[in-house]
């Protein structure tokens, strides 16, 4: 049974276990409801869960557990001799692409299925009779490869039998239990409010899952790649030029200090800009003016950063080269092409004014009137109290905010992967294009990259470096934000 | 000083300003003006920012409006059907047509009283390369047809397309191998009789994207599926997710370790860039659990792990703002805790809570890094899926990364597609939000 | 320069240090004062008193323009501090702010040094022309409000780690510091314990020989033995004003006399 019918049956399934906790129920209350501990739709529930719960959880298990016997029965058939001279991994790939052929050569009818069962690579151009149904194989299939493939659709198809027997099972014994549990003494709210409260603490546990998901893809690749690329070379290599052929310098430092100029750019732009506006915004505007100013700015931060990111390459990119390139209106001829660290850094900063405006309006806003009272009292001009008594107290508040939006410059993909240019560099010149731990781990994973070479693994490698950066800086940020908030609470 | 100072023995230090009020002093006077300074400052801050609004959206629509509009050229073909049984025969198909079409625009000219020494081949040019494939998938369509003339309205290439819109000019084809000067003053005439115009560029909203050599085809439409899935994805898992993550620890999550852990990570979760999304995506979807690549599900669920935090956030709030007088009434005629937040403060929340998920989902929809890690992006987004089932795991492209594969390429035909399809992203976003400030003005409750 | 006590030609005796005519003053709709009258004495202590919400607060408000940080609010009528218009458009509210200084409900000192909290009047009115100036004004401004004594071997602590009293009376030797003509006072126990309250007002009697105090008080026994001259607001109507001990044995009107013997408030 395919897996869309199987879940289908199983839906079907629980269905049935409602109708049948609700009328068993109905049934030894004599048909008045109100003998029963719960409403009758609770016994329903009841029903439909315990059907449903335990052959979907041997559902999930199984799909995971089944793919890796098979992996290994059928990798244990590659010899080493093969696998010696690719990889194991990339003649498991090939495996499971003639394997797929031969199922849809069988769905196509090219193939019956004793056929697909059979046919052997002495007799047959398989690459031919797959490449009829649309399969297209990059080599001729070797023998082994096909028994493999055809021993891997063996056991699939044994596996689904036997997966089709276990969940069907499992619901039709939950089933049995509805039926002998569901009487009017039992209490079914309980029970299904019970599982209810799991499947809530479920739902929270996502975020802890997505966190392991992140660290455990992360962590996994890059020991991968540190185990082809010496760690040292990584992080204290000066040269980024991959090479596909292979001899690669995959040093980090010429990405990361790209990383950080330009965020450093973005946060000269956006820091003053922001803080200003919100200080104007908080202190000073009226009403009227707060209301239309401070949602056209937040319109800046609700549009894509794809579309900065295009901003960057067609606009502000041509427009720094008539400033600051050859020929340019201050003919200084610093700036070659229109991707430079200044383009992404600049345009980076418009995209984080409203992120740093209102942080930093929330901020102000949280110093106690209080505060400003006292120091007008004193005769301090507004400007006076702002700078000497409201910044200062919200200064932590303030780093917080500083601290996130750099963690946002830091992790920013499309606006340097469009603005910042493509080749690694180490250089102080603004106006020379670089390129970005983000706008790497992008061209490492897109290429035609094998994806065990050490040039894709790099980029978890990267992606594993920007994570760390990341969730330090935004760990002090909420710190110090949480700490400066409780103390106005 | 007088003896009012003497009496009231203040600091000799301090002097006091014994002024009349109505005269500024200097230093009043200097520290006025640094008031007025720091509030120029600001309200400069402000307009810059505004600037920078205005000139974003300047910029997107004076770039992207002319991709809504395209260059056709009206070309009465003759159907024999000799013709088009010969070309049918053929191996390469559509330069049978092509020859068809070159005779019939050859016709076309003269009887405008156009004459060029220009060959068949060279004006061939002036028209879309995909020109020969629509004619023949009409004929292939109405076979009725062979044997009569009809009139078909042929997309121009994209050069005739950019001259008429301003964006090539003669000096620009000087190195241009595949339109000359001569080719626009042709056009230049047939553009005054008539014969070549510019139309609404339904193609291009609904169209599917198209190779590097044809720009006058490309469309977002099948990219615009693609979103159309993968927000599907996100809705359906992240809304009831969200939700239950909300009330778990809105209502009824302890105060211990495990509650504190969870909290820890999803305001973690949701500043870390999306970029390791896209990993995490690639990882594991793609790499472990073998899911297809460059699949609308597979973006979606990555989307959704990545807006769950903003929509658990949001969410909360909403549910925080129900006021516990609400939670004791339902508990004191005995409904049980979970009775209390389902019948009650649930319902009373949703307002709040629709309007965090439709925010959630359109900062989903304008994100591109992560898809362009699990494959969204490439020459993909070049058929309407055929059915629910091929829309959730055919390769699809999303919007924004259409946007991005448009921006990447050389011809700079494909950048006023890019701009185009962000004025048509932008119009989505704009709608849900408005819908949000709906939702948010027409159900907010003050307790 | 105006520098001698304002002398009535006619009648020989000391103007009022601060004189209402016809205050009123609104709120967006809401009439929060109407029609008031007063005059406050100089180098004495007059304490407004009323039931919340009476426009007392709004009213001393007004005396150092305070009110205008509110957008809302427009103050209409007469007020004279040593007979100049408050409300002229060519008062700086920022100089008649030094010269009328507040002290505020709650403590709250700047979360700067005590020695900054203090500091900080001076500096930005330019008042010291050294280090030296500046040490001898914050502990003048300190001994004043009896303060120094407690806190002159931490002068660069910050100010918010001092108590609640200690707090109350550091804001009085920051509002000293500027060196006021008048010191406004808006509850300034209302948010302390008794012992301190005790100090507060020990401190106020003090500081009558050389300041105009005007203090807003929810305690009547506070007002009893602090001020010399008490203002009753009722309604936003000023209902009647005169000697402390006047009012409180023998006040004229009907609504004084139920509000001192507890029958509202």
Same mark, same amino acid.
């Given at each position: 049974?395919?897996?869309?019918?199987?879940?289908?049956?199983?839906?079907?399934?629980?269905?049935?276990?409602?109708?049948?906790?609700?009328?068993?129920?109905?049934?030894?209350?004599?048909?008045?409801?109100?003998?029963?501990?719960?409403?009758?739709?609770?016994?329903?529930?009841?029903?439909?869960?315990?059907?449903?719960?335990?052959?979907?959880?041997?559902?999930?298990?199984?799909?995971?557990?089944?793919?890796?016997?098979?992996?290994?029965?059928?990798?244990?058939?590659?010899?080493?001799?093969?696998?010696?001279?690719?990889?194991?991994?990339? %003649?498991?790939?090939?495996?499971?692409?003639?394997?797929?052929?031969?199922?849809?050569?069988?769905?196509?009818?090219?193939?019956?299925?004793?056929?697909?069962?059979?046919?052997?690579?002495?007799?047959?151009? %398989?690459?031919?009779?797959?490449?009829?149904?649309?399969?297209?194989?990059?080599?001729?299939?070797?023998?082994?490869?096909?028994?493999?493939?055809?021993?891997?659709?063996?056991?699939?198809?044994?596996?689904?039998?036997?997966?089709?027997?276990?969940?069907?099972?499992?619901?039709l014994a939950g089933l049995a239990f509805v039926y002998r549990r569901a009487a009017s003494t039992f209490r079914a709210r309980n029970a299904v409010e019970a599982v209810v409260r799991w499947i809530l603490i479920l739902a929270a546990s996502i975020a802890i899952l997505t966190t392991v998901g992140i660290i455990l893809s992360l962590i996994f690749n890059t020991v991968e790649f540190f185990s082809l690329y010496p760690a040292?070379?990584?992080?204290?290599?000066?040269?980024?030029?991959?090479?596909?052929?292979?001899?690669?310098?995959?040093?980090?430092?010429?990405?990361?200090?790209?990383?950080?100029?330009?965020?450093?750019?973005?946060?000269?732009?956006?820091?003053?800009?922001?803080?200003?506006?919100?200080?104007?915004?908080?202190?000073?505007?009226?009403?009227?003016?707060?209301?239309?100013?401070?949602?056209?700015?937040?319109?800046?931060?609700?549009?894509?950063?794809?579309?900065?990111?295009?901003?960057?390459?067609?606009?502000?990119?041509?427009?720094?080269?008539?400033?600051?390139?050859?020929?340019?209106?201050?003919?200084?001829?610093?700036?070659?092409?229109?991707?430079?660290?200044?383009?992404?850094?600049?345009?980076?900063?418009?995209?984080?004014?409203?992120?740093?405006?209102?942080?930093?309006?929330?901020?102000?806003?949280?110093?106690?009137?209080?505060?400003?009272?006292?120091?007008?009292?004193?005769?301090?001009?507004?400007?006076?109290?702002?700078?000497?008594?409201?910044?200062?107290?919200?200064?932590?508040?303030?780093?917080?905010?500083?601290?996130?939006?750099?963690?946002?410059?830091?992790?920013?993909?499309?606006?340097?992967?469009?603005?910042?240019?493509?080749?690694?560099?180490?250089?102080?010149?603004?106006?020379?294009?670089?390129?970005?731990?983000?706008?790497?781990?992008?061209?490492?994973?897109?290429?035609?990259?094998?994806?065990?070479?050490?040039?894709?693994?790099?980029?978890?490698?990267?992606?594993?470096?920007?994570? %760390?950066?990341?969730?330090?800086?935004?760990?002090?940020?909420?710190?110090?934000?949480?700490?400066?908030?409780?103390?106005?609470? | 000083?007088?003896?009012?100072?003497?009496?009231?023995?203040?600091?000799?230090?301090?002097?006091?300003?014994?002024?009349?009020?109505?005269?500024?002093?200097?230093?009043?006077?200097?520290?006025?003006?640094?008031?007025?300074?720091?509030?120029?400052?600001?309200?400069?801050?402000?307009?810059?920012?505004?600037?920078?609004?205005?000139?974003?959206?300047?910029?997107?629509?004076?770039?992207?409006?002319?991709?809504?509009?395209?260059?056709?050229?009206?070309?009465?073909?003759?159907?024999?059907?000799?013709?088009?049984?010969?070309?049918?025969?053929?191996?390469?198909?559509?330069?049978?047509?092509?020859?068809?079409?070159?005779?019939?625009?050859?016709?076309?000219?003269?009887?405008?009283?156009?004459?060029?020494?220009?060959?068949?081949?060279?004006?061939?040019?002036?028209?879309?390369?995909?020109?020969?494939?629509?004619?023949?998938?009409?004929?292939?369509?109405?076979?009725?047809?062979?044997?009569?003339?009809?009139?078909?309205?042929?997309?121009?290439?994209?050069?005739?397309?950019?001259?008429?819109?301003?964006?090539?000019?003669?000096?620009?084809?000087?190195?241009?191998?595949?339109?000359?000067?001569?080719?626009?003053?042709?056009?230049?005439?047939?553009?005054?009789?008539?014969?070549?115009?510019?139309?609404?560029?339904?193609?291009?909203?609904?169209?599917?994207?198209?190779?590097?050599?044809?720009?006058?085809?490309?469309?977002?439409?099948?990219?615009?599926?693609?979103?159309?899935?993968?927000?599907?994805?996100?809705?359906?898992?992240?809304?009831?997710?969200?939700?239950?993550?909300?009330?778990?620890?809105?209502?009824?999550?302890?105060? $211990?370790?495990?509650?504190?852990?969870?909290?820890?990570?999803?305001? $973690?979760?949701?500043?870390?860039?999306?970029?390791?999304?896209?990993?995490?995506?690639?990882?594991?979807?793609?790499?472990?659990?073998?899911?297809?690549?460059?699949?609308?599900?597979?973006?979606?669920?990555?989307?959704?792990?990545?807006?769950?935090?903003?929509?658990?956030?949001?969410?909360?709030?909403?549910?925080?703002?129900?006021?516990?007088?609400?939670?004791?009434?339902?508990?004191?005629?005995?409904?049980?805790?979970?009775?209390?937040?389902?019948?009650?403060?649930?319902?009373?929340?949703?307002?709040?809570?629709?309007?965090?998920?439709?925010?959630?989902?359109?900062?989903?929809?304008?994100?591109?890094?992560?898809?362009?890690?699990?494959?969204?992006?490439?020459?993909?987004?070049?058929?309407?899926?055929?059915?629910?089932?091929?829309?959730?795991?055919?390769?699809?492209?999303?919007?924004?990364?259409?946007?991005?594969?448009?921006?990447?390429?050389?011809?700079?035909?494909?950048?006023?597609?890019?701009?185009?399809?962000?004025?048509?992203?932008?119009?989505?976003?704009?709608?849900?939000?408005?819908?949000?400030?709906?939702?948010?003005?027409?159900?907010?409750?003050?307790? | 320069?105006?520098?001698?006590?304002?002398?009535?030609?006619?009648?020989?005796?000391?103007?009022?240090?601060?004189?209402?005519?016809?205050?009123?003053?609104? +709120?967006?709709?809401?009439?929060?004062?109407?029609?008031?009258?007063?005059?406050?004495?100089?180098?004495?202590?007059?304490?407004?008193?009323?039931?919340?919400?009476?426009?007392?607060?709004?009213?001393?408000?007004?005396?150092?323009?305070?009110?205008?940080?509110?957008?809302?609010?427009?103050?209409?009528?007469?007020?004279?501090?040593?007979?100049?218009?408050?409300?002229?458009?060519?008062?700086?509210?920022?100089?008649?702010?030094?010269?009328?200084?507040?002290?505020?409900?709650?403590?709250?000192?700047?979360?700067?040094?005590?020695?900054?909290?203090?500091? +900080?009047?001076?500096?930005?009115?330019?008042?010291?022309?050294?280090?030296?100036?500046?040490?001898?004004?914050?502990?003048?401004?300190?001994?004043?409000?009896?303060?120094?004594?407690?806190?002159?071997?931490?002068?660069?602590?910050?100010?918010?780690?001092?108590?609640?009293?200690?707090?109350?009376?550091?804001?009085?030797?920051?509002?000293?510091?500027?060196?006021?003509?008048?010191?406004?006072?808006?509850?300034?126990?209302?948010?302390?314990?008794?012992?301190?309250?005790?100090?507060?007002?020990?401190?106020?009697?003090?500081?009558?020989?050389? +300041?105009?105090?005007?203090?807003?008080?929810?305690?009547?026994?506070?007002?009893?033995?602090?001020?010399?001259?008490?203002?009753?607001?009722?309604?936003?109507?000023?209902?009647?004003?005169?000697?402390?001990?006047?009012?409180?044995?023998?006040?004229?009107?009907?609504?004084?006399?139920?509000?001192?013997?507890?029958?509202?408030?």
């Open positions: 049974m395919s897996l869309p019918i199987l879940v289908f049956v199983l839906l079907a399934l629980s269905v049935a276990g409602y109708v049948l906790g609700r009328g068993r129920a109905m049934a030894s209350a004599g048909g008045d409801a109100r003998k029963l501990h719960s409403l009758p739709n609770y016994y329903g529930w009841f029903g439909f869960l315990v059907a449903l719960l335990p052959a979907a959880l041997m559902l999930l298990l199984w799909l995971p557990a089944q793919s890796v016997v098979i992996d290994t029965q059928v990798s244990a058939m590659i010899s080493d001799r093969s696998a010696a001279e690719s990889s194991r991994g990339l %003649v498991m790939s090939d495996v499971e692409r003639v394997a797929e052929g031969l199922d849809l050569a069988v769905d196509a009818g090219v193939l019956t299925e004793e056929q697909a069962a059979s046919i052997r690579t002495e007799f047959t151009d %398989v690459r031919e009779r797959l490449g009829e149904v649309g399969v297209a194989l990059g080599s001729d299939v070797t023998s082994e490869t096909l028994q493999a493939a055809q021993r891997y659709r063996a056991l699939s198809s044994t596996g689904d039998l036997l997966r089709t027997l276990a969940v069907v099972a499992a619901a040292w070379d990584f992080f204290f290599g000066l040269t980024w030029s991959p090479s596909f052929g292979g001899g690669s310098e995959l040093g980090i430092l010429p990405l990361l200090w790209a990383t950080l100029y330009i965020s450093f750019i973005a946060l000269a732009v956006s820091v003053p800009i922001g803080l200003f506006a919100a200080i104007y915004l908080s202190e000073y505007a009226g009403p009227a003016v707060r209301a239309v100013a401070k949602p056209l700015l937040e319109v800046l931060a609700g549009i894509p950063t794809i579309v900065y990111g295009l901003f960057a390459l067609l606009t502000v990119g041509p427009l720094l080269v008539d400033i600051f390139g050859d020929g340019g209106v201050l003919g200084v001829g610093w700036m070659g092409g229109g991707t430079a660290v200044m383009t992404a850094g600049l345009v980076m900063g418009i995209m984080l004014i409203p992120f740093v405006s209102s942080l930093s309006d929330d901020i102000i806003n949280a110093v106690p009137q209080a505060m400003r009272d006292g120091s007008l009292g004193l005769g301090a001009t507004h400007s006076e109290t702002v700078k000497q008594v409201i910044l200062p107290a919200a200064l932590p508040g303030i780093v917080g905010a500083i601290l996130l939006a750099g963690s946002r410059a830091i992790g920013e993909t499309m606006i340097v992967v469009l603005g910042a240019g493509a080749a690694a560099r180490l250089s102080l010149n603004p106006f020379e294009a670089m390129t970005t731990v983000t706008a790497k781990i992008v061209s490492q994973l897109t290429g035609d990259a094998d994806f065990a070479s050490p040039e894709a693994l790099v980029a978890f490698a990267l992606g594993m470096t920007l994570f %760390v950066i990341t969730l330090g800086l935004n760990v002090i940020a909420l710190y110090i934000v949480r700490k400066y908030r409780e103390q106005y609470e | 000083m007088t003896d009012t100072t003497a009496q009231t023995g203040r600091a000799v230090a301090a002097p006091a300003r014994k002024g009349s009020l109505l005269e500024v002093d200097s230093l009043t006077r200097k520290r006025n003006a640094a008031e007025a300074r720091f509030k120029m400052y600001g309200l400069s801050a402000v307009i810059v920012g505004l600037l920078f609004l205005v000139a974003l959206l300047a910029t997107i629509l004076s770039n992207g409006t002319s991709a809504f509009t395209q260059t056709f050229i009206t070309i009465p073909v003759p159907l024999e059907r000799a013709e088009i049984e010969a070309a049918e025969k053929s191996i390469v198909k559509t330069s049978k047509y092509r020859a068809i079409i070159g005779t019939a625009f050859a016709n076309v000219l003269s009887s405008a009283g156009i004459e060029t020494d220009m060959s068949a081949k060279d004006l061939d040019k002036m028209m879309s390369s995909g020109a020969a494939a629509s004619v023949r998938d009409f004929v292939l369509a109405n076979p009725a047809s062979i044997g009569t003339t009809h009139t078909f309205d042929l997309l121009a290439s994209s050069r005739v397309d950019g001259y008429l819109k301003g964006r090539v000019t003669r000096e620009d084809l000087i190195n241009d191998k595949n339109l000359d000067a001569a080719h626009l003053d042709i056009v230049d005439r047939l553009s005054a009789a008539g014969i070549v115009q510019k139309r609404f560029n339904w193609q291009f909203i609904f169209g599917a994207d198209a190779s590097d050599s044809r720009p006058e085809q490309a469309g977002i439409g099948v990219s615009m599926i693609g979103s159309f899935f993968m927000m599907l994805v996100v809705l359906v898992l992240s809304l009831p997710i969200g939700v239950a993550a909300s009330i778990y620890l809105e209502e009824f999550a302890p105060k $211990n370790r495990f509650t504190d852990l969870i909290e820890v990570n999803i305001s $973690n979760l949701a500043a870390v860039p999306s970029i390791v999304f896209g990993i995490l995506g690639l990882a594991a979807f793609i790499q472990f659990a073998h899911l297809p690549q460059s699949a609308p599900l597979v973006g979606g669920l990555v989307l959704t792990l990545m807006t769950l935090p903003t929509i658990i956030i949001s969410t909360r709030a909403s549910l925080k703002s129900v006021p516990p007088s609400i939670r004791n009434a339902a508990l004191g005629v005995g409904a049980s805790k979970m009775q209390s937040v389902f019948h009650h403060v649930l319902p009373l929340a949703m307002p709040g809570i629709l309007t965090g998920t439709i925010i959630g989902l359109a900062q989903a929809l304008g994100e591109t890094a992560p898809l362009l890690l699990i494959g969204m992006v490439g020459f993909i987004a070049s058929n309407v899926p055929d059915g629910v089932a091929a829309g959730f795991l055919d390769p699809n492209s999303a919007m924004p990364a259409q946007i991005y594969e448009w921006a990447k390429r050389a011809d700079p035909a494909f950048y006023e597609r890019a701009w185009g399809g962000i004025i048509i992203l932008l119009l989505f976003l704009m709608t849900m939000n408005i819908i949000a400030i709906i939702l948010r003005r027409r159900f907010e409750r003050r307790w | 320069m105006n520098e001698m006590p304002v002398v009535d030609a006619e009648a020989g005796t000391l103007l009022p240090k601060i004189s209402a005519k016809k205050v009123q003053v609104f +709120y967006g709709e809401t009439h929060a004062i109407k029609d008031v009258d007063l005059n406050i004495a100089d180098r004495t202590v007059t304490a407004f008193i009323g039931p919340s919400g009476c426009g007392k607060s709004t009213f001393l408000r007004c005396l150092n323009r305070m009110n205008d940080t509110i957008d809302i609010c427009r103050v209409e009528g007469d007020i004279r501090i040593d007979g100049e218009d408050i409300y002229d458009p060519k008062v700086d509210p920022v100089q008649l702010r030094a010269k009328v200084g507040m002290v505020f409900q709650k403590p709250n000192p700047f979360p700067k040094s005590i020695y900054d909290n203090i500091a +900080y009047g001076p500096r930005i009115h330019g008042l010291s022309r050294s280090k030296a100036d500046l040490d001898e004004i914050v502990a003048n401004s300190l001994q004043k409000a009896g303060l120094y004594e407690e806190v002159k071997d931490r002068l660069d602590e910050p100010g918010t780690g001092l108590s609640g009293g200690q707090q109350q009376r550091l804001c009085i030797a920051r509002a000293i510091a500027v060196s006021p003509e008048v010191i406004l006072m808006d509850e300034p126990c209302s948010a302390l314990d008794p012992i301190a309250t005790a100090k507060i007002e020990e401190l106020i009697d003090e500081l009558r020989e050389n +300041y105009t105090i005007v203090i807003v008080t929810h305690s009547m026994q506070q007002a009893a033995r602090v001020s010399q001259r008490t203002a009753f607001f009722h309604l936003g109507n000023l209902v009647e004003e005169g000697e402390t001990k006047e009012i409180f044995t023998n006040p004229t009107d009907r609504r004084t006399q139920d509000y001192i013997t507890g029958r509202f408030g």
